[in-house]
């Protein structure tokens, strides 16, 4: 997955089946992702029903 420009972070766990990637999705896409582990020999499965991870900073907390 590293070399998929726009992904910042992938923690791919092939023993419990499932990847977590933090990603730019103005650069990087899910058919990006997909094709980076076909040439792995790997299947990606989105499940689009799960809800998405957004991180962000709060500023103002004392």
């Known amino acids: ?3 998929v420009e726009g ?3 992938a923690d791919v766990s092939l ?3 499932r990847a977590v ?3 730019d999705k103005d650069i ?3 058919e990006d ?3 980076a582990l076909e040439e792995k020999n790997l299947e990606a499965i989105f499940d689009d029903k799960k809800l998405e991870t957004i991180e962000f900073t709060v500023e103002g907390m004392n």
């Open 33 to 35: 992702m997909k094709k």
């Open 1 to 3: 997955m590293e070399s």
């Open 15 to 17: 023993s419990e089946k």
């Open 28 to 30: 990087a896409s899910k």
């Open 21 to 23: 990637v933090v990603y």
């Open 7 to 9: 992904i910042e972070s």
